[in-house]
């Protein structure tokens, strides 16, 4: 499995950005696809997530109300719309795709290479 992120980019506070998230085959029902993003000097954090076949979400509590993700079943792609962005959404955000239903890093098995978010104040 293969995931690319795109999407990144330069923000001023208060914009938006959508990130996207190619996999290179479809992933089954019960996969789950995150978003994860890391700060410098910061450890990798949960951001969102949606299971493949339902389309269940949940997100941290950073995310909520702000941020949206989706999945587009016949593009195999996930997107992450990021609204309201704050300096401190600031980070390179990964896509990963998993078998469990879970916001730690480590239960996640494939991992896009990261898109970069700089939110300007």
């Known amino acids: 499995v293969q995931l690319q992120a795109s999407g990144g980019g330069l923000v001023q506070a208060g914009g938006s950005l959508r990130l996207s998230c190619a996999a290179s085959g479809r992933p089954f029902s019960s996969h789950v696809m995150g978003w994860f993003r890391q700060a410098p000097g910061k450890e990798r954090e949960f951001v969102a997530l949606i299971r493949w076949g339902g389309g269940s979400t949940y997100y941290a509590d950073s995310a909520k109300g702000r941020f949206t993700i989706s999945r587009d079943k016949s593009e195999n792609t996930v997107y992450l719309q990021m609204n309201s962005l704050k300096p401190e959404d600031t980070a390179v955000y990964y896509c990963?795709?998993?078998?469990?239903?879970?916001?730690?890093?480590?239960?996640?098995?494939?991992w896009g290479q990261g898109t970069q978010v700089t939110v300007s104040s």
């Open positions: 990963a795709q998993g078998r469990r239903y879970g916001s730690m890093w480590n239960e996640y098995d494939y």
